[in-house]
């Protein structure tokens, strides 16, 4: 069988380590169907960079190197992003077709277009010349802002639009964010997808080189980005599109990404038992999460040296599928004991350390990688390890809703879990805080089911404590019990409760008052926040709604400021509402100061809040406000 003849081209501007990473993934490539020449463009202004180029193409025969005239830098990038300029973009799609009428002229039969600070896994381009397709991209994840999650370099319709509707759909926010998030768990899935955009590592066959695939802008399309352009002009062309999720690359967006590379590499090789520093029981309770189970474990693959299931009554295909992934699968009957379960789990395990998970949990590929260098790096003697829990996203992927949990912790601590519902792990000692994070994708619509043993329990008599009385309350309130629900609040409060959830009880009762439409109640409960620590900005931000609604714009903007100025303070195990000293704020405030008739503060505060919130409708519609008030300013 005869070998395909694969260019791969890149335009580089690259700083020189990053490069010399980008140059060592190209070569670690296998090839075992294809034959690899490679085109670069040199753009670079680093004379560091244009010699780590020549060198490649001393040491790989078939490189060609084609030199840009030096120019002023036009193209900027720091730790928070990468700032482009029109005629920089257009630019780097020129000589992105350069490189395709090479490939043309050179009767290559794929082009695997690639940016420069990417780093593929070694199976990567065989993958993709194995799934014949005309145009395929290589998945890929990028947190583009530091505060936002990894989002793909795919999307499937528009500029960047990560869900699907029809023309005639009218769509609430809820069921955007949604559609948002299947999509984003089906980029997670391996995989060949059809999708609506792509970009930045792409295998182009030569007929859809021949046929006109071409990245120069389209003068009636506005959207920007030249790969934009090269996906409508594809799909015009009638080229359907595709991503493979199978070998996510690792992109070194920003400098202090450089580091993750050598993790990233690991992370597609297995641990040899001589490499870990400590071992791991997965534990999990489990409960007809046939749909969710199989993704969890999937992405937990390499992390746990067992798995310990133990199912409370499923009467779907759960205990089959956890088959698949392990031989330790255990029956609890189910008691109305969450606590109970797990720890029945706990004792199951082996190894030194356990984790926890919920079936509805996943750890992402870059979070893998970090908890396998976690295993690879971790002193044995740390008694647990705390990591950020990641519970919501908004609709631009961004992190909304986060705490920390005790996630990881040894075994010989017997550390127990405490609380019928709502159950904790009592941990203690010494202690790492860990980046590694859990990511809760919630597929499941919620029930009463909490609420149930709470009234079982107290029709038996239980007195509750306060962390009971605290998320009785809760329950209450989240099932519309809201007059109920204020005296479990107030008790809470009068109790020696934890002070987090003081803070949190407050605003929950205040959200009771205003479905009981008394107002001067919900501002006492949100004053009642004060006693217990410094103003907290989601507080500042209910009581600035409060005014908003009657029209007290000028006392509305004293709180709203207030939640500016107020720092994401508070235990980091607390539950934490990331817009309310982000962007919620800075809209309400541009709210503010236009009814007050004063649009230029007006457009200052929603230019702050688009910078934290790109997808926001509010957010969204006032920049079409300002842009027809301030034309030459948009």
């Not at 790989?60 to 990468?82: C, G, S, W």
């Not at 489990?286 to 310990?308: M, R, T």
Request: net charge negative.
């Amino acid at each position: 069988m005869s070998h395909k003849r694969i260019l791969i081209g890149s335009p580089i501007r690259q700083t020189a380590k990053i490069l010399q990473a980008f140059l060592d993934s190209l070569v670690e490539l296998e090839q075992n169907t294809c034959e690899v020449s490679y085109f670069f463009i040199d753009d670079n202004v680093s004379g560091e960079s244009r010699e780590i180029l020549r060198h490649f193409q001393q040491k790989n025969e078939r490189t060609f190197i084609q030199d840009m005239p030096l120019e002023p830098v036009i193209y900027a990038k720091d730790e928070r992003t990468h700032y482009w300029e029109e005629a920089t973009m257009w630019k780097v799609g020129s000589m992105k077709d350069d490189i395709i009428v090479y490939a043309i002229e050179h009767n290559f039969d794929h082009l695997f277009l690639i940016d420069s600070d990417l780093i593929l896994h070694p199976r990567t381009l065989e993958q993709l010349i194995s799934t014949e397709k005309d145009i395929i991209s290589n998945i890929f994840w990028t947190k583009w802002h530091p505060d936002q999650i990894e989002m793909p370099q795919v999307w499937l319709t528009d500029q960047y639009t990560l869900f699907r509707m029809t023309r005639k759909e009218t769509l609430t926010e809820e069921i955007i964010t949604q559609r948002k998030l299947d999509f984003l768990k089906l980029m997670r899935t391996p995989g060949i997808h059809e999708i609506g955009g792509l970009g930045a590592c792409t295998l182009i066959s030569r007929e859809a080189m021949v046929r006109g695939v071409r990245f120069a802008e389209i003068r009636n399309i506005s959207f920007w980005g030249e790969d934009r352009h090269f996906s409508i002009r594809a799909q015009a062309l009638g080229f359907s599109l595709y991503v493979d999720t199978h070998y996510p690359a690792f992109h070194v967006f920003r400098q202090s990404d450089f580091g993750g590379i050598d993790v990233y590499k690991r992370s597609y090789n297995p641990i040899e038992d001589k490499d870990r520093k400590i071992t791991v029981s997965l534990c999990m309770i489990v409960k007809n999460e046939e749909h969710a189970l199989p993704e969890c474990l999937k992405s937990v693959a390499g992390i746990p040296d067992e798995i310990i299931i133990v199912d409370t009554g499923s009467t779907d295909r759960t205990k089959e599928l956890a088959g698949t992934f392990t031989d330790q699968i255990f029956d609890f009957e189910w008691i109305d004991d969450f606590a109970a379960a797990r720890n029945f789990a706990f004792s199951k395990a082996t190894k030194q350390y356990i984790l926890w998970l919920d079936a509805d949990d996943v750890i992402t590929d870059r979070d893998r990688a970090l908890f396998l260098e976690l295993i690879r790096t971790m002193d044995p003697l740390v008694d647990r390890v705390t990591m950020p829990y990641n519970l919501g996203f908004d609709a631009n992927g961004k992190v909304s809703t986060s705490l920390r949990r005790n996630r990881l912790v040894r075994r010989d601590c017997q550390f127990q879990w405490v609380g019928p519902v709502h159950e904790y792990l009592a941990a203690y000692g010494s202690v790492l805080n860990s980046d590694v994070a859990i990511t809760h994708q919630k597929d499941k619509a919620y029930t009463d089911r909490n609420l149930r043993i709470y009234r079982k329990r107290q029709e038996m008599g239980e007195t509750f404590g306060p962390r009971d009385l605290f998320y009785f309350a809760n329950e209450l309130r989240d099932h519309a019990h809201y007059e109920e629900a204020t005296g479990y609040y107030q008790q809470f409060l009068d109790s020696d409760g934890w002070v987090e959830d003081k803070i949190n009880a407050t605003i929950n009762l205040a959200d009771c008052y205003a479905h009981l439409k008394d107002r001067d109640a919900q501002m006492v409960a949100l004053i009642r926040a004060f006693e217990f620590d410094r103003p907290r900005a989601v507080t500042c931000c209910r009581i600035g709604f409060i005014f908003v609604s009657e029209g007290s714009y000028e006392k509305a903007i004293y709180w709203y400021e207030k939640a500016c100025q107020s720092p994401n303070v508070g235990d980091m195990t607390a539950l934490t509402d990331h817009s309310a000293w982000t962007w919620l704020p800075r809209v309400q405030l541009s709210l503010c100061y236009d009814k007050l008739g004063d649009p230029l503060k007006a457009k200052m505060h929603n230019d702050v809040a688009y910078h934290y919130n790109q997808a926001h409708p509010a957010i969204l519609h006032n920049r079409l406000y300002f842009e027809k008030l301030f034309p030459k300013e948009s």
